[in-house]
């Protein structure tokens, strides 16, 4: 079962890049990486999902060395609205195999002006 | 995408009693799920519910105490029964849309307090 890791919060200033990392030393062949957002008295909401190298879409971009042991969610030029937590889930939905969703312990992202 | 609903949105119980929480989707998914979060806490996976057979429960879970019904590829139900003060946090469902990745989409959540 893998089990991630990350810093439980961070500060930031408006306009610049964070970057978030999650370990995950024991990720699976078949497990994806993916990101969410949740801001507070809502459900996550999904951001951006890799397996390996680098994906990137209108919101962010997301990092994974070849080991694929940690990734790193990059969110370029962060506003106040950016202030929420941020999880890392490593594995994969399967259908009738259990499931193996491991969702990290989230960060707290807080920008400031 | 899909757009989910959960009812209630919140609700006080008193221990002892069971709640129903239901969970729609305006379009037929593959896979639903149920987890739970504790205030400042991470989400952490109840079960999979499969449609037309038995849920799927993670380690620390068990029918008796969340039944799970899935009766089309639109709509489930969890039940929290028998509760206690510990029962109470926040119930979300999730989905996976048909013909997506592997990503997923998440309920409003129904906050429940058990008194």
């Known amino acids: 079962l893998a089990k991630t890791t990350q810093p439980i919060s961070m500060d930031s200033y408006e306009g610049q890049e964070v970057n978030i990392t999650c370990s995950h030393n024991?990720?699976?062949?078949?497990?994806?990486i993916t990101w969410y957002q949740q801001f507070p008295s809502q459900g996550p909401r999904f951001i951006i999902q890799?397996?390996?190298t680098k994906v990137t879409n209108e919101v962010a971009s997301l990092f994974i060395p070849a080991d694929r042991k940690s990734s790193t969610l990059s969110l370029p030029r962060v506003s106040l609205s950016d202030t929420a937590v941020y999880y890392c889930l490593v594995g994969a939905p399967r259908n009738n195999a259990g499931n193996m969703l491991t969702f990290g312990g989230g960060t707290r992202l807080m920008v400031k002006p | 995408s899909a757009v989910i609903s959960q009812k209630p949105s919140r609700d006080i119980c008193q221990r002892g009693t069971s709640l129903t929480i239901q969970c729609q989707v305006d379009?037929?998914?593959?896979?639903m799920f149920w987890y739970r979060q504790q205030p400042g806490q991470s989400l952490t996976l109840i079960a999979t519910?499969?449609?037309?057979?038995?849920?799927?429960?993670e380690s620390g879970f068990v029918i008796d105490k969340f039944p799970i019904s899935r009766p089309n590829l639109t709509f489930s139900t969890l039940t929290v029964s028998n509760m206690s003060p510990e029962d109470s946090s926040i119930y979300l469902c999730?989905?996976?849309?048909?013909?997506?990745?592997?990503?997923?989409?998440f309920g409003p959540g129904t906050r429940l307090t058990v008194t």
């Open positions: 999730s989905v996976v849309p048909a013909g997506g990745g592997y990503e997923q989409y």
């Open positions: 024991n990720i699976a062949t078949n497990d994806y």
């Open positions: 379009s037929q998914v593959t896979m």
């Open positions: 890799g397996y390996k």
């Open positions: 519910a499969n449609q037309g057979s038995e849920a799927t429960y």
